[in-house]
Structures are given as C-alpha cells and as structure tokens.
C-alpha cells in the first residue's frame, strides 16, 4: 500500500492517561486481556469518524488577512514537542466553530459524555489526538484538541495543523501557520515534491518566517518575500500539493484527512439475527447487508473473488441471496438451503465475505476507463468469534489478501492465538512483509509489575516476534499441558 493511516496518538482518552503512540501498518493487530484498552483505540476512531460523518470536524481555517479582533483563536504551542499551527478564523467563521462542539453519541462508539471519556480521576480538561496522513512521501499532522467544559459537559474543539517530513522522528517543520506570523521552507518542500511541483526562481535573501501585527495568510509569505507572478495561484498549488485544499468560502481544510475517515467501515463482533426470509417490514444490519451485497455482487469480478472466498474457507455449495421483487424480501442461502439450516459460524463468515466485497465495491473508483481502488481502512473486533481454530487461522490469510489487492488497511482487536501464529507464518513464508503487519500487545489493568501499557511487537523475517506477550496469552496451552502432567494448575 502506497498511502494508508502511518499512526494515531492520543492523550487522556479512557486507559490512556499520558501521550502514546500507535505506529500503524497496512494489517495492525491489537490484542491484551478483557478491559486492557484495546477498545479504547477503536472508539477514539468512531468518535472522530462520527464527527466528520456529521461535517462537524473538521473545523476549517481561514488563512485569508482579517486583522485583529477578539475572534482570534489563541491556541497554545510546541506540545509534544511540535510546534503547531495556530490559525486566524473570520467572525462568521468562528461563530459557526463556537456553535458545534464535538458531538458524543453513544449509540454510535458507546461514549455519551466529555467528562466521562478522559482518564478516570483526570484534572486534565483536554483530550488530545494526533493523526499523520503520509501524501506522497510528504507526513500532515492533525492535531485535535477537545477542550471539556466541565460545567456543561461539552467538547470544544481546537485544531491545530503543521505539515513536516514523512519521517516523524525528524519533526523537521514545512509549514507552520500562527495568527501574526507564518514559516514555510521553501528549500525544504523543493526536496519533498516531484520536478513538476517545485517552486522556481526563488527570490534572494528570502526570510522562512515573516510577521506582521495585520494578520498574514500563506499568500502574505510570498508577498512579502518579492516573489513575481500570480502569488494567489502559486500559493493555492502548493498548499494542494501539501494535501490541504481551499473551499469555495477562501477558507482551508485537510480533504485527505477528511475523507480518510469518512471511509472507515466498523464492524463489531455482536452476532446478527438469524432469519430465513428478510422482508421490506424488516429493520435490520443483516438485511441491508443483503441489499448491498446484491448490488455489490453484479459485478462479475466481486462474486468471483466472493466465491473463492468461500471456497478457500471449506464452505460447500454455492452462496447467494435470492431476491423476490414482487415482495421485495431476501433469502440467503447455500445452493437453495436456508442460510440458517447452517452453523452460525457460516453466518458469521458469510457476514464478513460480504462485508468485505461491499467495502471494496464502494471504494472503487473508475477514471479513464480504469478502477482504483481508494485507500480506506477496516476496523474489526474479534472476528474469530464462534469460529473452529483453522478458520481463525485462515483469517490471517484472508486478510492479508484483501490488504495486498486492495488499498485496504486493517486495524483487528482480536483474542485469536491462531491468527497471530499464521500471521508469523506468513511472514516466514515470504507471503506478507514484516513491515506490512504490526501487533499491540496491552497488559492486564490489574498487573502492576511493568510499567507499560501497551508495548509494539512486530514480527521478524524468520516468524519470531521482537517481545513476548503477557502472561495468559500465548502461553497458556503450554501452562494447561504442564498442569495436565503435574496434577497441579501452574499459574
């Protein structure tokens, strides 16, 4: 995958009480004891995801000169040792920002209340996000901060944005952006973009950071620095090219991050209801399943791979959904058979073969008479439930398969011993590279002994993994064998 998610930082969100930070892959693996925080990671996404899903996120700066006024938003600097872009909003602009706090709907990712999502016992009134989004070899941070109003009960967001080196470890600044002064290294950006990209005839004794007490905007700089030309238009194709994009209001937004998160497809590990015939009367996920696995499925290339789906899993027969226009209902089934004639496992796989092919469906994109495929990600939680051990294991290699083909990403909570062992196989195996899988491992709540949380494993080229998993884990077949020739439990 040539763009995806590079990581996600949060601080004082639920279990996270002090910064930390998710180095992510094409296929991350988050895996601990129950209430460890592993689903903590997964509803920090659905809270911002809903957000945006809304158009409340993200807040848009507007970077054009305005002046001072009491409707600045003062913002505080170098957090996390970044120095973060502060932004001046027009007034209309910032009355629309004031009158939309983040929004916590718990039907969505369970969190009903700002108070009650921070650390536990926290005096902190700010819960922080970090997100890198890598645009041809170029890393933007978004940074969200909500600001709780205890009182009320309400997440105010501040937004804060620098652009710097896809080498985070570097934090080498491209630009940043504060209400009286803006920096922008030309020679620096000249490195990153391609030749057809770069800024010509770069003017001599150029300043990177100039200020004014008026307010600036990025067309300021290049004022201000002499340089000839449509200074609007110069100004507007490099801020594309550095993934932010100016709105039909003069104003600015980061799309790529945007629409990132709009495409994120959740699925949880709650079972769906099983019923031979689904008709129009019927308010159900497996139902409009159904009607989007139709549509998805008339494309011949996505009910072959559907089909060898199945046929890799051991499913025998052919799978489908027969749909009764005259009374608009659906009947899933295995040649002719109800669906639930069935274990439920079937279900359950059939449910994620058809999940799988309507997420790709969707993100296809054609141009020029091609299909590409849009990046996007998937966030799945415990999809080896109900599941024999061999169909825990195939799952690893169902996964990487849709990861490699597509633009697709996962991010998999998972308690499956067997599906991280055929993920180590894999990577012996040559079939996925090391640096395309990464594992989470978070240590039970109630052990004290380490000081981690949550500590990054990867897998080496031979299988082995760079760290151990907590006691219980990987560990506890071998610990039930000893038990079995001891007579006595080893714990």
Not at 156 to 171: A, G, L
Request: aromatic share 14%; proline share 3%.
């Amino acid at each position: 995958m040539e763009t995806y998610l590079k990581g996600f930082g949060l601080e004082n969100f639920r279990v996270f009480k002090d910064y930390t930070w998710f180095d992510f892959a094409p296929i991350t693996v988050l895996t601990g004891p129950n209430n460890s925080g592993k689903s903590s990671l997964l509803k920090a996404f659905l809270l911002l995801k809903d957000n945006f899903d809304k158009d409340l996120l993200p807040p848009k700066f507007d970077s054009t000169y305005n002046g001072y006024s009491d409707n600045r938003i003062v913002t505080d600097k170098n957090e996390n040792g970044f120095i973060f872009a502060e932004a001046t909003i027009r007034p209309s602009y910032h009355e629309r920002f004031d009158s939309k706090n983040l929004e916590f709907n718990g039907n969505i990712h369970g969190l009903n209340s700002p108070k009650g999502t921070k650390f536990r016992g926290s005096s902190n009134n700010e819960i922080c996000f970090e997100i890198p989004y890598e645009i041809n070899k170029k890393t933007l941070i978004y940074k969200l901060t909500l600001k709780i109003d205890s009182k009320k009960d309400e997440a105010n967001i501040s937004h804060k944005i620098e652009i710097f080196d896809s080498n985070i470890s570097t934090k080498k600044s491209l630009l940043r952006i504060n209400p009286d002064s803006i920096f922008f290294n030309v020679e620096f950006y000249n490195e990153l973009v391609s030749d057809g990209d770069k800024i010509e005839n770069i003017p001599d004794g150029f300043k990177n950071e100039v200020h004014s007490f008026a307010g600036v905007s990025f067309q300021y700089w290049f004022s201000k620095n002499h340089f000839e030309g449509d200074i609007k238009k110069l100004a507007d194709r490099v801020l594309h090219t550095m993934g932010i994009n100016e709105n039909i209001d003069n104003s600015y937004s980061c799309k790529a991050i945007e629409n990132y998160f709009k495409r994120i497809d959740y699925w949880s590990s709650s079972q769906n209801e099983q019923k031979r015939i689904y008709t129009e009367s019927d308010n159900s996920k497996f139902k409009q399943l159904l009607i989007d696995f139709h549509k998805a499925s008339q494309n011949t290339e996505v009910k072959n791979v559907f089909d060898g789906f199945t046929k890799y899993f051991g499913i025998q027969g052919k799978v489908g959904s027969l749909f009764n226009q005259e009374q608009g209902s659906y009947f899933p089934n295995i040649d002719d058979f109800a669906l639930t004639n069935f274990g439920y496992g079937y279900t359950q796989l059939i449910s994620l073969f058809f999940k799988l092919m309507i997420h790709t469906h969707k993100n296809q994109v054609s141009y020029n008479g091609e299909i590409f495929e849009n990046d996007s990600i998937i966030m799945l939680e415990e999809p080896e439930i109900n599941l024999h051990p061999n169909l825990q294991s195939k799952l690893a290699d169902l996964f990487s398969s849709v990861s490699k083909q597509t633009n697709t990403q996962f991010l998999i909570e998972t308690h499956s011993e067997y599906m991280i062992r055929k993920f180590q196989y894999l990577v012996l195996k040559g079939e996925v590279r090391p640096e395309d899988i990464v594992v989470y491992y978070f240590k039970d709540p109630n052990d004290t002994s380490d000081e981690f949380l949550v500590k990054k494993i990867e897998i080496k080229k031979d299988g082995r993994l760079t760290d151990g998993f907590g006691k219980g884990f990987l560990d506890e077949a071998g610990r039930l064998m000893a038990s079995l020739l001891t007579g006595e439990y080893l714990n």
